[in-house]
């Protein structure tokens, strides 16, 4: 890790007359190089545009510096350079860094090296840039500084950040650019942990000032890990059908094992198709047997979409043999046959929402097993909805997204369009016609197996049945809204009256169940509604970058 170079420089004043007759003759005798710095346009007929405040680097070979800014014209000189070679490096926020080749220059000469930049769009630095803007206004309202100091200290942390995107020739963010990926909290810890940027920050916070600020960030972190982990438990509970005392027991092996992993992010609970991803996520890193919180359905369930997705792909598994109805550890998987495979997911998604009902009689047992066999019938003769069909459809979003962020429609057309897609995705698809794997945790509200529900249990225990059905979709409903609203906050920064108000936008959403086009349309939706005229410049910023 490259570390910033502070220099200290001390004048003595003595021999005034002699220093300044040298100076003289440095200006007098010595090279000068010169230049404008414009930026580059396609367009030769196009008005040229200065570039002000450039910083010049004129570098000879042994790596000493001798550095300028261009005037508001974008002019630049520097005079009294000795005889020799030289590399000129040209830097400018948001634009791309220009180094020359090798320039030689004689005593008493001058060379004129003008430069083309070109400007950059680059999301990486005007997120990060923006970012940084939020936090030294956070900073300073949090630690109540001085306007004076906040001044101060933006101009700081922004030189600190100028010399990484040098060092990486404008065009990465170095070590910073993975940490993006994990939102502003990410990007932030990684900073006060890189020694160069801890001392831009330094120069004007108490070293407990900056440790309070990390520890701030790291539980920020912490509080969206938790986030993520009840929207798992919430799309795990559409599959399995957890109790509740089973949802409070894997959320606390989940928070356990994700508490030392800061690399995880929405990416790992946003895969598609949503389910699959979580239950390979928890069966490759939870530090617990999946058998520890699940009944024997529960488990099988799990093992099976192990199998039926990545059963090829796995050296060794436990995997679900439907020959002899077990659980099984191989080696090499046997080919999967994916009907077979789909019919017994299916059944034992209807099972283990069966055995939520308590015990039956037998003829319960009887009527329950049929009509389960049924619609498993059903939905494996189903035609389901091609894959391009979801390709079309996240084009579609984006489309919309599109549009409305370059304000070719107003609010209220996005609004309207949404809704159309909306009907469009979960019209009667939502109940007996589940789409695809994507889809299948609905087989559970078919009409056929509700209304056997309805048949087999008392009045008073179908009223508790529909009261926890009832719970159980609003707490997916309201972990969806959490996650998104963990999302932005991540990324946004978010102060307590902005959360309050974008809470209360989120409150607005809501979705029939957990999918990844789902979520898609509803953080479409979110970003809609919100009121962007409540965030910062800064954030203004950020929320450019993050686009």
């Known amino acids: 890790m490259t570390r910033f170079s502070f220099l200290l420089i001390v004048i003595a004043c003595i021999g005034i007359s002699a220093c300044v007759a040298l100076a003289e003759d440095t200006a007098e005798n010595g090279a000068t190089i010169y230049g404008e710095v414009i930026e580059a346009n396609i367009n030769a007929r196009a008005e040229r545009i200065p570039i002000e405040g450039a910083t010049v680097k004129i570098i000879s070979p042994d790596g000493k510096e001798r550095t300028i800014k261009t005037d508001a014209k974008g002019k630049y000189e520097y005079k009294g350079l000795p005889a020799g070679r030289y590399t000129i490096k040209v830097h400018k926020r948001g634009y791309g860094t220009r180094v020359s080749g090798p320039k030689v220059v004689t005593t008493g000469s001058e060379l004129s090296h003008p430069v083309k930049m070109t400007k950059r769009d680059d999301f990486e630095t005007l997120f990060a840039e923006g970012l940084l803007q939020h936090v030294v206004e956070d900073i300073g309202k949090r630690y109540r500084l001085d306007a004076s100091i906040v001044k101060k200290l933006h101009k700081s942390i922004f030189e600190a950040f100028d010399t990484v995107l040098e060092q990486a020739n404008g065009e990465k963010i170095g070590e910073f650019a993975e940490a993006q990926k994990y939102g502003s909290i990410g990007l932030i810890i990684e900073m006060l942990a890189h020694p160069d940027c801890k001392a831009a920050f330094a120069k004007y916070l108490t070293e407990t000032q900056l440790q309070d600020y990390l520890d701030f960030m790291k539980a920020w972190r912490q509080q969206v890990q938790q ?123 209807l099972m283990a929402h069966t055995e939520q009902l308590g015990t039956l009689n037998e003829s319960a047992s009887k009527r329950m097993k049929l009509v389960t066999n049924g619609v498993v019938q059903q939905y494996i003769e189903m035609e389901l909805p091609d894959v391009d069909d979801n390709f079309e459809f996240i084009s579609k979003i984006d489309s919309l997204t599109q549009a409305f962020m370059l304000q070719n429609i107003s609010r209220e057309q996005a609004l309207e369009k949404l809704e159309s897609m909306k009907k469009e995705l979960w019209g009667e698809r939502s109940t007996n016609k589940p789409c695809g794997e994507n889809e299948l945790s609905n087989i559970t509200k078919h009409p056929l197996y509700q209304q056997a529900i309805k048949d087999i249990l008392s009045e008073d225990a179908y009223l508790q049945y529909k009261a926890r059905q009832t719970e159980r979709e609003n707490f997916h409903i309201q972990t969806a809204r959490n996650l998104i609203l963990a999302h932005i906050d991540m990324i946004m920064l978010l102060n307590d009256v902005q959360r309050e108000q974008f809470k209360m936008t989120a409150e607005q959403l809501t979705v029939p169940s957990l999918s990844y086009e789902r979520l898609q349309l509803m953080s479409i939706e979110f970003f809609i509604r919100m009121d962007q005229d409540v965030l910062s410049p800064g954030q203004q910023s950020i929320l450019k970058g993050g686009r």
């Open 227 to 349: 986030t993520m982990v009840q929207f798992m438990i919430a799309v795990l509970d559409q599959t399995l059908s957890l109790t509740v005392n089973q949802r409070k027991h894997m959320a606390k092996l989940l928070l356990d094992t994700i508490s030392n992993k800061p690399e995880f992010t929405f990416l790992d609970v946003m895969d598609e198709p949503i389910s699959q991803g979580i239950v390979n996520l928890i069966h490759n890193e939870l530090e617990a047997p999946l058998e520890s919180v699940l009944n024997q359905t529960q488990t099988k369930i799990c093992y099976v979409m192990i199998d039926y997705y990545d059963g090829k792909d796995l050296v060794k598994v436990k995997v679900f043999d439907p020959q002899t109805d077990e659980i099984v550890e191989k080696d090499e998987p046997d080919e999967i046959i994916p009907k077979s495979q789909k019919w017994v997911l299916t059944e034992a998604i």
